[in-house]
Structure formats: structure tokens, C-alpha cells
């Protein structure tokens, strides 16, 4: 195929996948440029180019290919894994799992880079991590690659791609930060511990939706059926993206009146910034715009006083298609 066809006909996409990756927006386009430029003889003889740069884009980002003193992302997170941290390689499976073909990649939603490796590691799967600098706490799970879902053979490594601290500074909202991804452990996975009230008031769909206990887990009567089981369902579905899961964005300020079309909760006796947690499956254009959205409200003591959750398409997503406990995760640290 002609290199310049298929830049035409793919560029866009695969910005988006680099985006996915983890590069900024504004060196997206110069990454695909340059991978499409180091793979223009494999392309020429490619029935299917993806099947060459899509590769390439996943090992120039994530695999650290040095260039020198570039201002690359990808040698950005080369550099920042070498100096913090060394890829953790587990052990090989027992025999019984070697003799297994092929193992599916569990969803690795709501679960830290340590829980993801014990839990692909039960599964007879080998790891390694990669550390992706950012301003979020260290070792949250951004997915993997291959994606969960996927199937991979005994000799196959799976990377975890997880947060890692940066050398750069970040905004003022650090313990927003923390509480929101602990609170999304505390719902999908139950091995993360947010500080919440004694009782916390919910809202779904824009709508009051009763009270939960704050002192009770996550897999209680009070948040399982408002809260946590339309959250798993929606955050553990396959995810037409590189990283195989919903891409995490947390924002601490102000928030709109309206959310996906409904009122945002404006409830009294909070801070007047809460923290937003987007957790995005689909980017494809704005028709796709509204993702599922959970606003954490903090009482004067920084306890998670209100939950509001918006889901897309409402309520009716069904039951979780697995939900795991904190016993599934053989009592992991929080």
C-alpha cells in the first residue's frame, strides 16, 4: 500500500491510539509521523499496514525506544522507568499452567499494579510493568498490553501499564486525586479505603438515591445496588481501546448545572469544588461525549460526605459480568 495513502486514511485514528497511549495531544501527531516514517518499507508490503504500525506505535510509546536527547514521549517514559523503577518480571507459572495453551487477560479495573500482577499471575500469565509518569498516585493500573480480554500464550508477557510519580510538578489536587482513585478501588475491585463520612449521601442520575454507610464496604446493601454494581458493569466491559479499559480523568472544581443532559447535584454542607471522575470506554466524537461520570463531594473534615453518579443510557446496564472481592484478591494490601 503507498505510505502516503495510508497516512491520509489512518492518521486520525492513530493519533487517537498515541492519545490513548498516554501522549500528550500536542506531540500525538509527531509520534505517528515518525513511527509511520521508521515502518515505510514494511508498510509497502503489508496487506494490512495496522497489523505493522500499530505495533510500532504501542512499542515506540510504551517500549522505550531511546532517541537521544528528543523531547519524545516515548523516550520521556523510557528514561523516567529506568531511573524509578525496574520492570517487575514474575515467575514462571507452575507446570500445570504452562501446559495450558492460551490464558484470557482478566479485566484489571480498579486494581493497583501489585493486585494486577498476583491477579495475571493466578492466572498462569507472566508480567511486567510499566511505569507511566503522571500526576495521579503512583501504581494505579491505566490498563495492559495486550488489552484484558485478549488471550496470550505461555511464553507471552503481558506489560501492566500503571502510574508512576513525575519529575515535573503538578496542579494543586493531589489529595483529590488519591481519594478518587481509592474510591473507585473501593467500588470495583474493594481493596481501596477512601475516606468517607459516616453516612454518605447519594445521587444517581441527578436524583437523590438515599443514603450509604460510610463505614460499610462497598459489596453492603447500601452502595451495591445504587452505585457499585452500574459501575462495575459499565468499567469492567471490553474497551475498543489500546489499553483494553476506560481511560481515567480526575478534575477537582466547579461543575457545570447540567451533566449528560441532568441536573447536577448541588447538595449543602460540602466543599464548593468537587472532584470529577470521568472514566471514558469511547472517544470517537462528541455524540459519544457523555461517559459515565462520579462526583465526590468532601465534607469540612475532607471525608466523602455525597456520591453523585451519572451513568450513560441510564441505570439499565444489568448486572456486572464479574465482580471481584476483596477475597478474590487474597486480602491485598489496601
Known sequence: MDVEDYRVARHRRLVEIAIELGVPTDRAAGVVDRVIEDQRRRILRAADPDEVVVPALREEVLGGRSRGPSLAVAALVAVVAAAFAVPLLTGPPDREEVERKVATIPSLVGLTSTEAVR??????????????????????????????????????VVTVVATAAPTWSCPADAAGRVQAWAFLR???????RPRLAPEVR?????EAAGTADGTQPATSSDWRWRVRDPVVAYAVRPVANDLGQPVVSITRGPLPATTCGLPTPMPSGV?????????????AGPEHACQLTIDLYEDDDGAIAVVSVILPGGTGLGPPPWVRTRDDLDDLDD
Not at 500469565?125 to 507511566?132: H, K, S
Not at 473501593?186 to 481501596?192: I, K, N, R
Not at 447519594?202 to 441527578?206: A, E, I, P
Open 271 to 283: 466543599a464548593a469544588a468537587p472532584t470529577r471522575v470521568v472514566l471514558t470506554i469511547d472517544s
Open 202 to 206: 447519594l445521587y444517581v442520575d441527578g
Open 186 to 192: 473501593f467500588l470495583v475491585s474493594g481493596s481501596g
Open 119 to 156: 491477579a495475571l499471575g493466578r492466572a498462569g500469565i507472566a508480567t511486567r510493568v510499566d511505569p507511566v509518569p503522571q500526576c495521579d498516585p503512583a501504581g494505579q493500573v491505566l490498563g495492559s498490553v495486550p488489552p484484558s480480554g485478549d488471550t496470550v500464550r505461555p511464553d507471552e
